[in-house]
C-alpha cells in the first residue's frame, strides 16, 4: 500500500488537498508540503521527512511534485534516492491525484505510472485542432 506525499512551490500542495477533498471527499493516506518564499531548503526537507515518518518507517511512498527540477522535486528525489522503493514523479494534474485517493493499495511504483498514464491521457484542448 503507498502513500502520497504532495509537495510544491507557494500554496501548491494545499491547494491540491482542497480540490481533493472537494472532489473525493477524501485525502487519507496523503500528506500536503507546501514550500513557500520564506522557506529555505532545510526546512523543506524537514518538512517532507516529518510528512514521510507519519506513515511509519516502512512506508511505500509516492512523492508529487508541481514542477520537474525545482526544490520540492530534487528534495524528494534525494530522500527517494536514499529510500529504494520510493518514487517522485512532477506534474500530475487533478485526474491524477482524484485517481490516487481511490488506488493506495498499489505500489508507490504502480501509482506513480498510474499518475503519469493518467496526466498524459487527460490532457486536453479545446477547441479540438483539425
Not at 500536503?32 to 516529518?50: G, H, I, P
Request: proline share 3%.
Amino acid at each position: 500500500m503507498a502513500n502520497v506525499i504532495v509537495t510544491g512551490h507557494g500554496g501548491y500542495a494545499t491547494a491540491v488537498r482542497r480540490s481533493l477533498s472537494m472532489l473525493t471527499g477524501q485525502t487519507e493516506g496523503m500528506a500536503f508540503v507546501d514550500f513557500n518564499e520564506e522557506d529555505d531548503l532545510d526546512s523543506l526537507t524537514a518538512a517532507l521527512k516529518d510528512a514521510a515518518v507519519s506513515f511509519g518507517e516502512e512506508a511505500d511512498l509516492l512523492f508529487c511534485c508541481d514542477l520537474t527540477g525545482g526544490s520540492p522535486f530534487r528534495q524528494s528525489a534525494i530522500l527517494c534516492a536514499e529510500h529504494p522503493g520510493w518514487v517522485t514523479v512532477a506534474g500530475a494534474n487533478n485526474s491524477a491525484y482524484a485517481e490516487m485517493v481511490f488506488q493506495l493499495e498499489l505500489t508507490a511504483a504502480e501509482l506513480a505510472a498510474k499518475a503519469v498514464e493518467t496526466t498524459r491521457s487527460t490532457v486536453t484542448r479545446f477547441p479540438p485542432e483539425g
